[in-house]
Nanobody, 128 residues
Framework: QLQFVESGGGLVQPGGSLRLSCTAS????????VGWFRQAPGKEREGVSC?????????YYTDSVEGRFTIPRDDSKNTVYLQMRSLTPEDTAVYYC????????????????????WGQGTQVTVSS
């Protein structure tokens, strides 16, 4: 069964940085594309970023985080990270990760159809 454990959230001031971790359990992450999602109070869950498998060089970022967030992966640790900088209050949310698809022939992961059930997530609060 696909399962992830998210960690690394916390309280940070605007302009600060955090690194979230998404560690897979029960399977090997090497061949999976992984996406980060977030859900703010009263809002629907939205896709944030994803990274394709294998060489780990194909990534996608939603417009609101592009240039501020990066999504490195370390397959030796079975972990995908979300490195967040220049955080704003609009980034406040519970962050989740999930396996995501890579459409055939594109080589770019997509955030529209995450696989599996959602875990507990990790809370990020950006406030002064």
């Amino acid at each position: 069964q696909l399962q992830f454990v998210e960690s690394g959230g916390g309280l940070v001031q605007p302009g600060g940085s955090l690194r979230l971790s998404c560690t897979a359990s029960g399977f090997t992450l090497d061949y999976s594309a992984v996406g980060w999602f977030r859900q703010a109070p009263g809002k629907e869950r939205e896709g944030v970023s994803c990274i394709s498998p294998n060489d780990g060089s194909t990534t996608y970022y939603t417009d609101s985080v592009e240039g501020r967030f990066t999504i490195p992966r370390d397959d030796s640790k079975n972990t995908v990270y979300l490195q967040m900088r220049s955080l704003t209050p609009e980034d406040t949310a519970v962050y989740y990760c999930a396996v995501v698809p890579v459409p055939a022939g594109q080589g770019v992961c997509t955030l529209g159809a995450p696989v599996g059930s959602w875990g507990q997530g990790t809370q990020v609060t950006v406030s002064s």
